[in-house]
């Protein structure tokens, strides 16, 4: 093995480890969802090759509104899965779908696409 060989083999490594360490081990912050003056909890939530914010904090015992606005046309992200909300909705491209709920119990919730690909959680305290 030339040096050459050895410099793209360790850099390629370096990619990896970095890739691995950015999705999986990267500080990840949340969004804490804005309280309106009749006690809702609303965030906007923009769709557009992932969830942004993908992590957002909310407080218990108190009703929450997700504003999804979809910015794309990609069959992934037609769709909305809360599978511990029991919920599913179709998400309609660049426009804004309103989700309201009520969590009753703190955890970290998981949000997904409909092909399980784009993830994001909310965060009940």
Excluded: H
């Excluded at 923009?46 to 993908?54: C, F, L, N």
């Amino acid at each position: 093995m030339d040096t050459s060989q050895i410099l793209v083999t360790l850099g390629g490594l370096g990619l990896v480890v970095f890739v691995v360490w950015y999705f999986f081990f990267g500080k990840r912050t949340s969004t804490a969802a804005a309280l309106t003056e009749s006690g809702v909890q609303e965030i906007a939530i923009t769709v557009k090759g992932g969830y942004s914010p993908d992590s957002i904090e909310v407080v218990k015992d108190k009703p929450v509104r997700l504003k999804f606005y979809r910015d794309e046309t990609s069959s992934c992200s037609e769709e909305l899965v809360f599978g511990e909300f029991s919920l599913r909705r179709e998400l309609p491209a660049f426009e804004t779908t309103v989700i309201d709920i009520l969590p009753t119990k703190t955890g970290t919730f998981e949000f997904t696409c409909g092909m399980n690909m784009l993830r994001g959680k909310l965060i009940v305290r």
